[in-house]
């Protein structure tokens, strides 16, 4: 059910997302008794980016943060309470909290040292556009810019590419159209959406 329900949120299907685990919240946090520890954090994990993305933004970081609780309460230091906080630092962004999403992304940043993540970890460089995105959000438009360059490259948008690279070139699209090169990015979105298209996602392309 949490993966149907991610799927509908790459789809850019939010209410249907938010139907399928709206029902589980109850299940793996009652309200009296002892939470799943283990499920409940991927549940609030979801409820977090579904409700973001339908702009319930107070409810979004609520719903992550006790996913953070819950999750450090029994494994702190692992990538997964890494990914809570990326997700909160993306919920942050988008509530326009952004002294927030600063302290989040420091915080994320300590979890991924704590467990020992090496700088090619694919979990390190999310956090390295998190950060790009983080600066595009800010106004520092050359941070962001000299951030975007080293995020990956577009041959990585060949064949079948993974979600960090299709983030990575929109990312850099995101970043070329703020500093007024629409030349620049529309080759690179018109790759993604082929891509995209593909997989019957184009249609949630912003």
Known sequence: TIRRALT??????YDEALQLLEPLR????????AADEFNAPQVYNGLGGTLSGLGRHDEAVAAIQRGIVLRDRARPHTPYAATLRETL??????????TDAQAAWADVDRVHRAYGAQPGDRRRERLRALEVRLQLAQGDLASAQRGAAGLGSDGELSSRPSLRALDAALLR????????QPLAARPRLAAVREVLSRDGL????P
Not at 89 to 98: D, F, S
């Open 26 to 33: 109850p299940v793996v946090d009652p309200p009296t008794g």
């Open 8 to 13: 509908l949120q790459l789809h850019g299907r």
């Open 173 to 180: 699209a995101e970043v070329e159209l703020a500093a007024g």
């Open 89 to 98: 630092v993306r919920a942050l962004i988008a509530a326009g909290r952004l």
């Open 202 to 205: 184009a249609a949630a392309m």
